[in-house]
């Protein structure tokens, strides 16, 4: 069966570190277009991004010359649904798909989604962090003290993200506690929780 995983988290609890370290784990990379880039409002940007050597498809653009990335330029659930079903359909069993950065309404909504795929074990791992690990995090990689404004928005992703935490555990949903792994071990560790064999 094919193995769909969901990563859920704050910003800075280390969703976007987790992917690159996953592209730096292939080695190579290559980045999937659409003609119609109005189809998913796209605004020209890749959807996703094959990593041939590892068989994995991580939703989303990551360029290596950004210190973000992910699913920002999908706006909409049904968006990241069609993208899902698209790439389910696509890519034979081998490959293993990952997402990031859905909107912490929608992370039930595709969970079930993707439960409901044929042939799928469905994975969804929230990353469970600190407030202040967040800040620290996010300080760390832009180099600079958060204003105000942002660090009230990671507060409030974090207690969002806290709220929900009886969803995440009525319905099994695996957890990694990021703020006791050291950084350059989260993608190992992501793979064990999910369960994936080379």
């Not at 994975?123 to 469970?128: E, I, S």
């Not at 202040?132 to 404004?149: A, F, V």
Request: glycine share 6%.
């Amino acid at each position: 069966m094919r193995l769909i995983a969901q990563i859920k988290g704050a910003n800075g609890s280390g969703k976007t570190t987790i992917m690159k370290q996953l592209i730096d784990l292939a080695g190579d990379c290559y980045y999937l277009l659409r003609d119609d880039y109005n189809l998913y409002d796209l605004k020209g940007k890749p959807y996703a991004t094959v990593l041939y050597n590892l068989k994995w498809i991580i939703m989303g653009h990551y360029p290596k010359t950004a210190k973000g990335g992910g699913c920002d330029n999908i706006h909409k659930v049904d968006h990241m649904k069609a993208i899902l079903d698209d790439l389910h359909a696509s890519y034979s069993p081998n490959y293993s798909i990952v997402f990031e950065g859905a909107m912490i309404s929608s992370t039930m909504t595709l969970y079930y989604h993707i439960r409901d795929m044929h042939d799928v074990t469905a994975r969804a791992v929230l990353l469970r962090a600190s407030l202040e690990g967040c800040i620290r995090r996010l300080e760390h990689r832009k180099g600079i003290k958060l204003t105000l404004d942002s660090f009230n928005h990671v507060e409030d992703k974090c207690l969002r993200i806290f709220r929900q935490d009886h969803l995440y555990i009525a319905n099994h949903i695996r957890s990694i506690d990021v703020d006791n792994i050291a950084e350059e071990e989260m993608v190992y560790e992501f793979l064990d929780v999910v369960g994936w064999k080379p």
